[in-house]
């Protein structure tokens, strides 16, 4: 059996990054809200269950009709399975963290710096150039993102803003680079389907997520009320918003970042979509009743337009 051969479809593969950043403002605004019940591990083991699940019988099913899942060998297969540590188990729990105490539109905002932190680790130990316009779009969007952070509480803002908080997103932001660069460098120079290696980076997570389900008694935010949490959805509720947003954001945004970094020819362009979550969430958030200030709006805006340049300046 061998890897069905890929045809190109350009303008489908932006269209899916724009798609996979919308599926993942709304998924994001729901798990904030999932995050009042159930604490950063428990979420993030219960979503690769799931998630791997339904991945896992799709690859079966294409591996049934002639398509195999992947051609490398069993090391490179390691290296894909430890992106997947990095950026999900690892990457995915911090991100959860920060998300119960800062809120979506915070800690999305914050999580543009992973474009950032890529670029830069690849500079430094891929010895991949830099360009002056990247080097202001790195400023563009580090200002963006911490002049909004910098903002008081105002209204009904969600969340709250403390180091920890930060810590969190920015630990999650560096998982997530490495774990692209791995994965990104092995789809070079290997082939695989877009199911299958996501199937891969989220299957790896299951058993060190379940091995440090304890760990949630660290992580978890005490949700104060001063703090300006959502209110606490019921089981019931949480439970249809934890399938939506799972089968949106975990299944559906990462094969369609996959389908995107196979088809989409202008991969700087691509990358910019697949950053716009921030902007997205906006609306979103407010029409749940959260204060957004035209200081949120701007700097958000500001960041994505850093990112971009980041990308389309990439040399």
């Known amino acids: 059996m061998l890897l069905a051969e890929t045809v190109r479809y350009p303008?489908?593969?932006?269209?899916?990054?724009?798609?996979?950043?919308?599926?993942?403002?709304?998924?994001?605004?729901?798990?904030?809200?999932?995050?009042r019940i159930m604490p950063p591990v428990r979420l993030n083991a219960t979503k690769v269950v799931y998630a791997a699940t339904v991945l896992g019988l799709v690859v079966l099913v294409q591996w049934y009709y002639g398509v195999m899942p992947w051609k490398m060998p069993s090391t490179q297969i390691a290296l894909m399975?430890?992106?997947g540590i990095i950026g999900i188990a690892v990457g995915d729990t911090m991100f959860y963290a920060g998300l119960n105490r800062m809120g979506a539109r915070r800690i999305l905002l914050l999580y543009t710096i992973s474009p950032v932190i890529t670029i830069l680790i690849a500079?430094?130990?891929?010895?991949?150039?830099?360009?002056p316009m990247q080097i202001i779009g790195i400023a563009v969007?580090?200002?963006?993102?911490?002049?909004?952070?910098a903002e008081r509480n105002k209204g009904k803002a969600d969340g709250h803003v403390d180091l920890l908080g930060i810590l969190f997103g920015i630990g999650s932001a560096t998982c997530q680079a490495v774990g692209y660069l791995i994965s990104h460098s092995l789809l070079k120079q290997y082939d695989m389907t877009?199911?299958?290696s996501a199937f891969l980076r989220i299957a790896s997570c299951v058993p060190?997520?379940?091995?440090?389900l304890w760990l949630d008694r660290i992580l978890s935010d005490s949700g104060g009320e001063d703090h300006n949490h959502p209110a606490k959805p019921s089981r019931r509720q949480a439970m249809i918003m934890f399938f939506i947003a799972v089968s949106l954001g975990t299944i559906g945004g990462i094969y369609l970042m996959q389908f995107s970094a196979t088809h989409a020819t202008k991969a700087g362009v691509a990358m910019t979509l697949l950053s716009i979550t921030p902007i997205f969430v906006l609306p979103i958030t407010a029409f749940l009743g959260e204060h957004i200030s035209i200081r949120a709006i701007f700097g958000a805006f500001v960041a994505i337009a850093g990112v971009a340049m980041l990308y389309v300046f990439s040399g």
């Open 123 to 131: 500079w430094a130990f891929l010895h991949e150039p830099l360009t």
């Open 81 to 83: 399975a430890l992106s």
């Open 208 to 212: 060190l997520l379940i091995a440090f």
């Open 141 to 149: 969007t580090c200002g963006g993102v911490a002049w909004v952070i």
């Open 194 to 196: 877009p199911v299958a």
């Open 11 to 35: 303008a489908l593969g932006l269209v899916a990054a724009t798609t996979a950043s919308l599926f993942w403002a709304f998924s994001v605004v729901m798990h904030r809200r999932i995050g």
